[in-house]
């Protein structure tokens, strides 16, 4: 159990402790656990903002979502994405963290520039790559037009769109660069100088040192890059609203949409809930597999 | 490490491992030049465009350089919508952001690295896991507070969580105060300083970096933010950038050299302060990223 402070000065420092701590813990209550737990409850009512009481419907809302089309939709996009995106996400941003730790002259001024599209985000970026992508007169389809590829229709056509919305995240592939570059600077020279020593030629060195010792940095990039994808809003909102056809009406779009345009706010929280919880669970499983490809330095070989 | 390669290439076989260097290096060159012309392209295609007249935009094939440099676009902006208001918003909501952001998290910081009390661990990681919480979860309940407390179309229900310790902001400060040796603070202890003396007088001082990269990283954040503002406001003149360009583009989706001109507006803040605070915002990126 919790032991108590005894002497005076302990107990002066505990005191002075929480009243640090409280911004904090009132803030906790305010604006994360308190409406966390009402979120879960509203994901039972009928809640439609009004000012009664919310009606109490049991597992009504959950049973409704599997029926309902937007929500797998929904799902669908988000998760495809996901797929779509965080392999060649992951891959690239690793390359290019390698690349850039090279000791080629010049190297700070590239890596500002890798990092800065992951920097400057949002809504004035949306609206540029709306023009990117525009079909007769953004620039992907000229540039396309030199190979050969006849203009496609990137935002309406829903075919390509999520090519669109790819493309476009892995224009923000630095974002994991500065991690794996301070990941990369962190790994011993002795074990490629011995590594060598033994014969080991480069490739050799790199999938033997390198990967095994950057894997706890790529796992954490990877959970961080997770959880994020599966929250993507601002892009889908200002570029599509969802569309063409609901082809990125992702989850984050359908719970904004289920809260402020249909005012349904219990079906929205069981969303909401039902998306951290998958969030919680995809993260979870991510924990588990670590043991399997991902090596501390510090313990003992078990595994492998 | 790479002093390290270039010493494992030199033993490995001189010639050999020089001639390699070489072509290795401009093939590495080839590659990161062609990224980096790439990664550059929007922006250069987004400046452009913001410079030409609305005919030249609309023409094909593309003109790349426009034929002459025009700012009537920038000029149009501001005449069509509030543009300099809305630039003026997002500078208020920033620098109170920041203010916030900074208070919240440096005192709750100081209690989770300094002081020793019950139940600290136990706090310390439940903040941690509440960075996980999607903000859609607790979207709706937040809401409707705000809106009982008849905070709609104000600022209060976006600022005010800065001023909270959000749990991002009080890791970092946190990992900052800890690299801090204790020493420095002791005999101020001993000379009778509390806790607020050492917090105020000596950590604070000391910890002009790690505020300053809380700093611009909710910059960033406040300046960015397009839900918060989405959902709260209502009156087109309390609109920041960000919700101004969107509400903007609804209207003049056709015009892209005035959506150009307006984006480019709205992102040069930005490009200013990464430009000038890039090591501060590595920084933030590794304390927070590699230690967690």
């Given amino acids: ?304 | 490490m790479t002093a390290g390669m270039e010493q494992v290439a030199r033993t490995a076989g001189e010639d050999e491992g020089r001639k390699l260097g070489t072509a290795e290096t401009i093939v590495t060159y080839i590659v990161i030049l062609v990224g980096a012309v790439g990664l550059m392209f929007p922006f250069a295609w987004m400046l452009s465009t913001s410079l030409k007249p609305l005919d030249e935009v609309y023409s094909y094939p593309i003109i790349w350089i426009p034929s002459q440099i025009i700012f009537e676009n920038y000029i149009d902006v501001f005449k069509k919508v509030p543009f300099a208001r809305y630039l003026w918003n997002s500078f208020v909501l920033s620098v109170l952001g920041i203010i916030g952001n900074m208070a919240g998290s440096s005192l709750a910081a100081f209690s989770f690295a300094r002081l020793r009390y019950p139940g600290r661990t136990l706090f310390f990681i439940m903040m941690l896991s509440t960075m996980m919480v999607p903000v859609w979860v607790t979207m709706v309940p937040t809401f409707i507070m705000f809106s009982r407390l008849g905070w709609l179309d104000t600022y209060l229900p976006i600022l005010l969580p800065a001023y909270f310790a959000v749990p991002f902001f009080t890791f970092l400060m946190r990992q900052f105060f800890l690299s801090v040796p204790v020493e420095i603070e002791d005999s101020a202890r001993i000379d009778g300083c509390s806790s607020f003396g050492v917090f105020f007088r000596i950590l604070m001082p000391l910890s002009i970096p790690a505020l300053a990269t809380v700093a611009i990283f909710s910059f960033f954040f406040y300046w960015n933010d397009l839900l918060g503002p989405l959902i709260y406001l209502r009156s087109q003149l309390k609109f920041p950038v960000a919700m101004g360009i969107a509400s903007f583009q609804s209207e003049q989706y056709a015009n892209f050299a005035l959506m150009m001109a307006a984006a480019t507006m709205a992102l040069a803040p930005m490009l200013v302060v990464f430009f000038f605070t890039q090591r501060l915002f590595i920084q933030g990126v590794v304390i927070t990223g590699v230690k967690g």
């Fill in chain 1, 1 to 304: 159990m919790i032991a108590l402070p005894k002497t005076p000065r302990a107990r002066r420092e505990a005191l002075e402790g929480y009243i640090f701590l409280l911004p904090w813990l009132l803030g906790f209550i305010l604006f994360t656990a308190g409406p966390l737990l009402a979120s879960f409850y509203l994901g039972f009512t009928t809640y439609r903002g009004d000012r009664s009481w919310p009606d109490w419907i049991g597992f009504a809302n959950f049973t409704k979502l599997f029926q309902d089309d937007l929500f797998w939709q929904s799902l669908k996009v988000t998760v495809i994405y996901a797929v779509g995106f965080l392999p060649p996400g992951m891959a690239l941003g690793f390359g290019i963290a390698l690349l850039m730790n090279q000791r080629v002259k010049g190297v700070s001024i590239f890596r500002t520039i890798y990092y800065l599209p992951s920097v400057i985000t949002g809504v004035a970026v949306a609206v540029l790559w709306g023009f990117v992508f525009h079909k007769e007169f953004g620039i992907l389809n000229t540039v396309l037009e030199l190979f050969g590829v006849t203009p496609i229709s990137w935002l309406f056509d829903s075919r390509w769109i999520m090519v669109a919305f790819i493309i476009m995240g892995l224009w923000g592939v630095g974002d994991g660069m500065i991690i794996y570059l301070a990941g990369l600077q962190g790994i011993p020279t002795e074990l490629y100088e011995a590594a060598s020593i033994d014969g080991a030629r480069r490739m050799r060195r790199f999938w033997n040192i390198t990967i095994p010792m950057m894997s706890p940095t790529l796992f954490f990039v990877l959970v961080t890059a997770l959880i994020k994808t599966f929250q993507i809003f601002t892009t889908a909102y200002i570029m599509t609203r969802g569309g063409p056809n609901y082809a990125t009406y992702f989850f984050s779009v359908n719970i904004y949409n289920t809260t402020f345009m249909s005012l349904r706010f219990g079906y929205a929280s069981a969303l909401a809930w039902l998306l951290f919880v998958l969030i919680f669970l995809l993260t979870l499983l991510l924990f588990r597999s670590a043991k399997f490809w991902v090596f501390y330095a510090g313990e003992k070989e078990e595994t492998a």
